[in-house]
């Protein structure tokens, strides 16, 4: 069964750098050639914060632009955010979101990473 797992949360102070992974196993994988990286903050709406679309272009939310990174290995078959200049309004849940997984069994659609802390302190 494949499944997307997520790492590198943690706490950090303001000013920090963090790099969060999220990693596709299980199953044979072809390709995964887009990710989005999701956050929420306890008591506020789920955010888009960064997007990289198959070819390679990239979306940010105003807010973490010049800030955030996001790409994708697909030989390791992995996304990645990196974060820098972190914000304590940075703090949330982060989630990846693959849109499309090819496998030999079929495409697999929307699939959650399990999510992974991210808290910036002052």
Known sequence: QVQLVESGGGLV?????????????GGVI????????YRQA???????????NRGGSTNY???VKGRFTISIDNAKHTGYL????????????????????????????????QGTQVTVSS
Do not use: H
Request: aromatic share 8%; proline share 4%.
């Open 13 to 25: 102070q303001a000013g920090g750098s963090l790099s969060l992974s999220c990693a596709a196993s």
């Open 30 to 37: 072809f390709s995964i050639n887009a990710m989005d990286w």
């Open 42 to 52: 306890p008591g506020k709406q789920r955010e888009l914060v960064a997007q990289i």
């Open 61 to 63: 939310a105003e807010s």
């Open 82 to 113: 990196q974060m820098a200049s972190l914000k304590p309004e940075d703090t949330a849940v982060y989630y990846c979101n693959v849109p499309l997984i090819a496998t030999n069994r079929g495409i697999l659609r929307d699939n959650w990473g």
